[in-house]
């Protein structure tokens, strides 16, 4: 039986994976994943296992940053911008797409065109697996959080 064709997004997150050594497994879901409660409900765990890959932007520089959250979680942007040493802001969806590759929704941890400095949820790291979105709204991979921050290199922030 042939495999199915994967979106060029997922093929990146995969080969990305891949290149840092980390092992994953994407899974297609059957319904849309966009939202954390979403992609919990369709891998069935908690929704704080759902890692939400956000971006924001620098106020001061511009510059991208990429904050791993706990889908139970929300970012506080105060706490945030210091830990990111300025303020900053939520930016549109052309920003998040040219900085990352991925359309909203399907932005995952993995697999952006370029490297952005990652910050991860201490939350997450109390789970033995975690789930994050593989490149589409339809496509997640399974992984241990700690894991994930070691190959990111993420700063682990209290959020």
Do not use: C
């Not at 994976?17 to 369709?42: F, P, Q």
């Not at 995952?108 to 065109?113: D, F, K, R, Y």
Request: net charge negative; proline share 7%; no cysteine.
């Amino acid at each position: 039986m042939d495999e199915p064709i994967l979106p060029d997004a997922v093929r990146r997150v995969e080969m990305d994976a891949m290149s840092r050594g980390l092992a994953i497994h994407v899974v297609k879901t059957r319904t849309v994943a966009r939202t954390a409660v979403e992609a919990a409900e369709a891998v069935g765990v908690e929704v704080g296992q759902i890692v939400k890959s956000l971006v924001f932007r620098g106020s001061e520089t511009g510059s991208p940053f990429l904050i791993l959250v706990s889908g139970a979680n929300r970012v506080n942007e105060k706490r945030a911008a210091g830990f990111i040493g300025e303020p900053i802001e939520r930016p549109d969806a052309d920003f998040v797409r040219q900085a990352t590759g991925f359309a909203i929704g399907g932005v995952s941890p993995l697999g952006s065109t370029a490297p952005l400095p990652a910050f991860m949820d201490r939350a997450l790291l109390a789970f033995p697996v975690v789930w994050a979105a593989a490149g589409t709204p339809f496509h997640v991979f399974e992984t241990a959080p700690g894991h994930l921050r070691e190959v990111l290199e993420a700063t682990v922030v209290d959020l």
